[in-house]
């Protein structure tokens, strides 16, 4: 499957009449293939994004199937314009290739004040999760690399997101590491709170010093949750060591949401990474 990365938005850029110019920026993270058109904001719509997805497929020699994206706004306009042309889209934090050439084509603009940022999103305060949903109990853990896959690939779990990129192989971790991760003892809201969060499409945890500390869920494209806030000080110095080995993990770690702590049975598990733009 040809995948294919894509942003378009306004750049702090004008043409000779003083129009805002908007960029549409593509890449191939497998193989290397991008490219950029520009286009004045009056001229911003579907119909001028099919056009130029069609000439870009011709450059790149083929079609792609999927275009994955990160900005919330470019999101509904890339849908319109690739219907069709029958490519799905697919709305994703990671994109890491496309980041990285945003940044390089920043380079390229005139200095403004304050400095642009390609990457930044308004993302919105955290908000609780449900109470419906919250299960009896949870705690920290941590799993070695090596035993990461065997302890997951063959058991009947319900839902299950383990991204081939994410594997403690492909981002080449020792496997004597220590993989951080939540597990959450659901109980009888096990199953409603996995399918929640399969909706939700979480994307990482992260532990938020303050007062008080609290556990928050990245997901979807700027969603936030709080999933839990403590003030006891053992738990504050579990997520710390949480934190720090999701550090040491590349920001590696997982969610495993089961009904109970018996082990026999699990009903949620996610891979997840945790990433500075």
Request: proline residues 11%; charged residues 20%.
């Given at each position: 499957?040809?995948?294919w990365q894509a942003?378009?938005?306004?750049?702090?850029?004008?043409?000779a009449?003083?129009?805002?110019?908007?960029?549409l920026l593509v890449?191939?993270p497998?193989?290397?293939?991008?490219a950029?058109a520009?286009?004045?904001q009056?001229?911003?719509?579907?119909?001028?994004?099919?056009n130029?997805?069609?000439?870009l497929?011709e450059?790149?020699g083929?079609?792609?199937?999927?275009?994955?994206?990160?900005?919330?706004?470019?999101?509904?306009?890339?849908?319109a314009?690739c219907?069709p042309l029958?490519?799905a889209?697919e709305?994703t934090?990671?994109?890491?290739a496309?980041?990285?050439l945003?940044?390089q084509?920043?380079?390229?603009?005139?200095?403004s004040n304050?400095p642009y940022?390609?990457?930044?999103?308004?993302?919105p305060?955290?908000v609780?999760?449900?109470?419906?949903l919250?299960g009896?109990?949870?705690?920290?853990a941590?799993?070695?690399?090596?035993d990461?896959?065997?302890a997951?690939?063959?058991?009947?779990?319900?839902?299950?997101?383990l991204?081939e990129?994410?594997?403690p192989v492909?981002l080449?971790l020792?496997?004597?590491?220590?993989?951080p991760?939540?597990v959450?003892?659901g109980?009888r809201q096990?199953?409603?709170?996995?399918r929640w969060?399969?909706?939700?499409?979480?994307?990482?945890l992260?532990?938020?010093?303050?007062?008080?500390?609290?556990?928050?869920?990245?997901a979807?494209?700027v969603?936030?949750?709080v999933?839990?806030t403590?003030?006891?000080?053992e738990?504050?110095?579990a997520?710390r060591?949480?934190?720090?080995?999701?550090a040491?993990?590349?920001?590696?770690h997982?969610?495993?949401?089961?009904?109970?702590?018996?082990?026999?049975?699990?009903?949620?598990f996610?891979?997840?990474?945790?990433e500075?733009?």
């Amino acid at each position: 499957m040809t995948i294919w990365q894509a942003d378009f938005y306004r750049r702090p850029l004008q043409d000779a009449a003083g129009n805002a110019l908007w960029e549409l920026l593509v890449c191939n993270p497998t193989t290397g293939f991008s490219a950029s058109a520009l286009c004045p904001q009056t001229d911003a719509n579907a119909a001028w994004l099919t056009n130029q997805l069609k000439q870009l497929a011709e450059r790149a020699g083929g079609t792609p199937q999927r275009i994955q994206v990160f900005r919330p706004q470019s999101v509904s306009l890339l849908q319109a314009a690739c219907q069709p042309l029958g490519i799905a889209v697919e709305p994703t934090r990671r994109t890491p290739a496309l980041k990285q050439l945003l940044r390089q084509q920043a380079t390229q603009y005139p200095p403004s004040n304050p400095p642009y940022d390609p990457l930044q999103l308004d993302s919105p305060p955290p908000v609780p999760l449900p109470e419906s949903l919250w299960g009896d109990q949870w705690r920290f853990a941590t799993i070695a690399a090596l035993d990461l896959l065997p302890a997951i690939q063959n058991r009947p779990i319900p839902i299950r997101e383990l991204p081939e990129e994410l594997l403690p192989v492909n981002l080449q971790l020792p496997s004597t590491i220590s993989i951080p991760g939540v597990v959450i003892d659901g109980g009888r809201q096990a199953m409603a709170l996995a399918r929640w969060m399969q909706r939700s499409r979480p994307v990482a945890l992260t532990y938020i010093p303050g007062d008080p500390d609290g556990l928050i869920l990245e997901a979807g494209l700027v969603e936030r949750w709080v999933l839990t806030t403590f003030t006891d000080p053992e738990v504050i110095n579990a997520a710390r060591s949480f934190r720090d080995r999701q550090a040491a993990a590349k920001g590696l770690h997982f969610l495993l949401i089961q009904p109970d702590d018996s082990g026999r049975t699990y009903t949620g598990f996610w891979l997840l990474q945790w990433e500075r733009d």
